[in-house]
C-alpha cells in the first residue's frame, strides 16, 4: 500500500477548515492532519460531542480526503515550557494570558482531552510537542549540573505520564514531533525521554 501524502493544517488556521480541505484536495493531497487550533480542530468539543466528530469529518469527507491524525503542538508545548513570558500566551486562552501555571493546567487538560478526540474521530494518533523545562540550559554556560538536567527529565515524566495514561486507556499514541525547544530534540534526548517515561 503506498503512503498517503497528507499535510498539517496547523499553519493555516486563518482558513477555515472547509476553505482548506477545499484548496488541499485541489493541490491533490489525500488526507489532512488538523491542527487543534482555529477552526480545524476543538479537542474539548471532540472529546465529548460525537456530532462534531462527524461534521468535522463531513468536510474532509467532502472533498475527498481522510484523516490520518490531530496535531496538539501548541498545548503540549505549555505543559513543560517555563511559559513565563508572552511568547506562549496566544497558545491557551486568553485568560490564561500572563499565568504560566494557568497556561500549563490548560495544556495538560488539552493534551488529555486530545486523546479522547483521536478515539471519537476513529484515528489513533495525535502529533505534538512536550515543551520542555531544561532546553534554556543546554548550552555550556551558565554551567547546568547533571542533577539540574535529571531534574528536567524526571519533570518530563511526572508532567506526561497522568496524559499518556489516558491516551492508553483510550488506545491512542502520542507522537512526539523531536525538534528544538523539547524535552527530546536529538536522537539521544529521544531515547533518554522515553526512559524516563513508565
Not at 56 to 61: G, R, S
Amino acid at each position: 500500500m503506498a503512503r498517503p501524502v497528507t499535510i498539517f493544517t496547523g499553519q493555516w488556521a486563518d482558513l477555515t477548515l472547509e476553505e482548506m480541505a477545499k484548496q488541499m484536495a485541489e493541490i491533490g493531497y489525500e488526507g489532512l492532519e488538523l491542527g487543534c487550533w482555529g477552526d480545524h480542530m476543538d479537542v474539548f468539543k471532540a472529546a465529548e460531542d460525537l456530532d462534531y466528530c462527524k461534521q468535522q469529518k463531513a468536510i474532509l469527507d467532502k472533498y475527498g480526503l481522510k484523516l490520518f491524525a490531530i496535531s496538539n503542538h501548541l498545548a503540549g508545548q505549555l505543559v513543560c515550557d517555563l511559559n513565563n513570558d508572552s511568547r506562549s500566551d496566544g497558545f491557551a486562552p486568553a485568560d490564561c494570558a500572563g499565568d504560566a501555571e494557568k497556561k500549563r493546567a490548560w495544556a495538560v487538560e488539552a493534551c488529555k482531552a486530545s486523546a479522547k478526540a483521536a478515539k471519537n474521530l476513529g484515528i489513533d494518533v495525535v502529533n505534538g510537542f512536550t515543551g520542555s523545562s531544561i532546553w534554556h540550559m543546554l548550552y555550556s554556560f551558565p554551567p547546568a549540573s547533571d542533577e539540574m538536567i535529571e531534574d528536567g527529565f524526571k519533570y518530563f515524566a511526572e508532567m506526561w505520564n497522568p496524559i499518556l495514561d489516558v491516551f492508553d486507556d483510550c488506545g491512542v499514541r502520542f507522537a512526539l514531533e523531536v525538534h528544538p525547544t523539547e524535552i527530546a530534540f536529538d536522537i539521544i534526548t529521544a531515547k533518554r525521554a522515553l526512559e524516563a517515561i513508565d
